[in-house]
DNA sequence: TTGTAGGCGTTATCAA
DNA sequence: TTGATAACGCCTACAA
């Protein structure tokens, strides 16, 4: 026999609607016949099937949440903050990872867009995304995660790029090496013009000039990142000075540094986006901007939910939510300013 | 007006029956049907809602992931790889985190039986769980990850634990290093349980006696990996070589080597399962188990499809797929049979 | 407070 | 080949 709510209706003598109101917890229902419906239902081990209850209230409990690559730092940890408060609400997680790609991030959008995702979550991989906007002005509540481009209208929730990198750069160039070279992501993508913009910002407050030579972009990309720091090495003025945009790629520079046997910092600074486990392993330690981002997501998440709960279909709401990153300082830029060890 | 399929029927002027039929691309048509019933649905801008659709069909395109933590080495690229194959086959991902904790991934196990997915791939926490166990029984394709327990009769797809394990240790003891300490994992977990095996099976082979006091539980935990690795130092006769069952606490083990200054490998040996990207990056260099485990993602995943496709409820199929790590060797257990440098 | 009955949007059967 | 029509399992006016 089928567990439908018919069949704990009929056990239970009742209509299927007061079976439903019990079950459902609402509307109206005797005390004698909430009791002889949930012992039926107990009997029968009745349990609703919410795809035909999603059939009539359109809601699935359930979030899209689509990045660029669960094996990457910053969000492995996003992701797992997102799924905490997603399943305290009741909510369930759909994941997708769409490679810093357009067309794939477009693909999944339509995957969960066809599977009625109550809200959505997503770490854009360009500025503009039509598909995407097109959500959004049809009432899909969305949260942009770690890059918030100013045309896509929806809350958003993001690092401090900008202070980050710039906190980073200013205090090499403060402890001395004024010559910095910077290994930044992916040219074009929102973090990575963020980051140079920090980057440049902490030169002009110093008065030092850009010098385009000391731009190289690794594409978050190990072997990348180590081939430019070997490009850097065989300058005729190479920096003294290395700000690298994300874990993996500082990696690939310090890989690159330790084949060369380049002193660190005395011969090279190096402060890296992104404060890995393994900082404090290195020799020296790795100084490095450490991104909240467990933060990041579990607050991207709560935003959801009172987005999606605020009946939020309908009213686009834009808000901005900028986490700051912090330097941790360790050894890997020379000891003068340092406090602590971490 | 809504995009059913009513509509669209409507405006090509046929049953929904039809309609149905050639949106769904199977049974009869007559082309001139199947013409029109396409170009309305264009025209429409539908798209089949596959609530509705399930309702009927019984199937989500839905897979159920539960693991332990998504921010774990293993099981982050574990899972990269589960989604990658998902997704080229056009299923979609639900990501459980049960932190190696039986009622939460109890909870997550009735979520997604609620949900109905169409496979479950699960890293079980325990020997056994009475409910997921009811689940398998009740059809449900399951494909067990990284643990597969005896007693659980489903489809395995794990690394050789204790091949690897084994290997590492042995490869100490080859050195020279006879008095090897082992930190643990979780005491009985499936894993923890197997990575001991395998470090007794080196020690026997090598005809050494296992000395309780040289087994640790680090709880796969940094900060207990640092404890316990102060607590060798300080025995009388402490260890000279250390073998540790995961990341993390790999990291604890070198922060407490470091902090007390022993010479590694002279005076302490080390390995660690699991072999992360920052492996080359401490000096000396560390020596690893590598497990395979975007494939082990990959593998299961695959599995799964195998299991779903074949109407795979109603029989139950149990094998078990077991993948070699690799010991990667490198600087931390000393150079004498050391091959390149990786 | 209860029950009847009409959806929700598809799929699937079967007679025509 | 086609099209009524009955499911699928639940929710929810609305009348009683």
Redesign the pocket.
């Known amino acids: 026999m089928?567990k439908?709510?018919?069949n704990v209706a009929d056990k239970a003598g009742?209509?299927?609607?007061?079976a439903?109101?019990v079950?459902?917890n609402?509307?109206?229902?005797?005390k004698?016949?909430r009791r002889r419906v949930l012992r039926a239902a107990e009997k029968i081990g009745y349990q609703?099937?919410i795809i035909?209850?999603s059939?009539?209230?359109h809601k699935t409990y359930t979030i899209g949440v689509v990045i660029s690559d669960i094996t990457t730092l910053f969000f492995t940890s996003a992701v797992r903050g997102i799924e905490d408060v997603a399943r305290e609400n009741d909510y369930t997680v759909i994941l997708c990872n769409s490679d810093e790609n357009l067309r794939k991030e477009t693909e999944y959008l339509e995957v969960v867009y066809e599977k009625k995702v109550d809200g959505l979550i997503i770490s854009v991989s360009a500025e503009n995304n039509n598909y995407l906007e097109k959500l959004i002005r049809g009432g899909l509540p969305v949260v942009l995660l770690d890059r918030g481009p100013k045309r896509i209208k929806a809350t958003k929730v993001v690092v401090d790029n900008i202070l980050g990198s710039c906190e980073a750069v200013n205090h090499m160039i403060k402890l001395g090496h004024r010559r910095v070279g910077v290994i930044n992501g992916i040219d074009g993508t929102m973090t990575s013009n963020e980051r140079l913009e920090g980057y440049k910002k902490a030169l002009q407050d110093n008065d030092i000039a850009i010098d385009p030579e000391l731009i190289k972009y690794g594409e978050f990309n190990m072997e990348k990142a180590r081939e430019s720091v070997q490009e850097f090495l065989r300058m005729e003025n190479p920096p003294n000075a290395l700000f690298v945009a994300n874990e993996v790629m500082t990696v690939g520079a310090l890989l690159a540094l330790n084949e060369n046997n380049i002193r660190i910092p005395e011969e090279m600074a190096i402060v890296g986006f992104d404060d890995p486990i393994w900082a404090r392993l290195t020799r020296p330690a790795l100084t490095a901007v450490r991104q909240p981002s467990y933060s990041v997501g579990i607050i991207a998440c709560q935003a959801l939910l009172q987005k999606m709960n605020k009946g939020g279909r309908g009213k686009i709401s834009e808000e901005e939510i900028i986490l700051r990153p912090k330097l941790v300082i360790r050894e890997s830029c020379g000891e003068k300013s340092s406090r602590r060890r971490v």
Request: aromatic residues 8%; charged residues 20%.
């Open positions: 089928r439908t709510l018919k009742v209509s299927t609607a007061v439903s109101r079950l459902g609402y509307g109206y229902a005797s004698e016949a609703t099937d035909a209850r059939l009539i209230t």
